[in-house]
T-cell receptor, first 120, second 114 residues
Framework: GAVVSQHPSWVICKSGTSVKIECRSL??????MFWYRQFPKQSLMLMAT?????????EQGVEKDKFLINHASLTLSTLTVTSAHPEDSSFYICSASRLAGGGFSLREQFFGPGTRLTVL | AQKITQTQPGMFVQEKEAVTLDCTYDTSDQSYGLFWYKQPSSGEMIFLIY??????QNATEGRYSLNFQKARKSANLVISASQLGDSAMYFCAMIREYGNKLVFGAGTILRVKS
């Protein structure tokens, strides 16, 4: 159980286009989903936290208009990279949690397999 | 603010030997959780082991054990009997009691030699 999928697993796009990445919790309801960005051989950087039915909370320095996050249902969150540029090329990982805000969840943040974005 | 420090950018270990990956953390919270994740070249994040700040015993999961020294604020991962498949990036992470965000360390690349 607790499987999280991401689609697509990789995408190549031209500069200036928008790309949508989907994150789905397949066998549980995810009240909270997280989006991370990771550059090669570096750590995961949290971009934003999204709760179902409400606006995402972005980390400092992350452009809200650039990275649009929608968490429309308890099993789906999407990240749209708008007007992508080569510097947006990265590995994007989502994770899903059963938590609804506070509380002390230990193992219940499950990661998707990631999406590799390359912007030409 | 919470901070995780992994001071070993890369490590080599001989197959079948044990290896320790270091992790120190900084927090003013009394209650928190510590995690270790493995990230192979495919990119997926694999949960390995968890330790709660109030757990008196060190966590163990198969070949993985967590050497938790609360006073020193360290949570080192010990992998026993290393296998070639253990070659990956390893991340130490922390979560606050009343938070849901994971704070990650910089990671350690482990290479297992045959």
């Amino acid at each position: 159980g607790a499987v999280v999928s991401q689609h697509p697993s990789w995408v190549i796009c031209k500069s200036g286009t928008s790309v949508k990445i989907e994150c789905r919790s397949l066998d549980f309801q995810a009240t909270t989903m997280f989006w991370y960005r990771q550059f090669p051989k570096q750590s995961l950087m949290l971009m934003a936290t999204s709760n179902e039915g409400s606006k995402a909370t972005y980390e400092q320095g992350v452009e809200k208009d650039k990275f649009l996050i929608n968490h429309a249902s308890l099993t789906l969150s999407t990240l749209t990279v708008t007007s992508a540029h080569p510097e947006d090329s990265s590995f994007y990982i989502c994770s899903a949690s059963r938590l609804a805000g506070g509380g002390f969840s230990l193992r219940e943040q499950f990661f998707g397999p990631g999406t590799r974005l390359t912007v030409l | 603010a919470q901070k995780i420090t992994q001071t070993q950018p890369g490590m080599f270990v001989q197959e079948k030997e044990a290896v320790t990956l270091d992790c120190t953390y900084d927090t003013s919270d009394q209650s928190y959780g510590l995690f270790w994740y493995k990230q192979p070249s495919s990119g997926e994040m694999i949960f390995l082991i968890y330790q709660g700040s109030y757990d008196e015993q060190n966590a163990t999961e198969g070949r993985y054990s967590l050497n938790f020294q609360k006073a020193r604020k360290s949570a080192n991962l010990v992998i026993s009997a290393s296998q070639l498949g253990d070659s990956a990036m390893y991340f130490c992470a922390m979560i606050r009691e009343y938070g849901n965000k994971l704070v990650f360390g910089a990671g350690t690349i482990l290479r297992v030699k045959s």
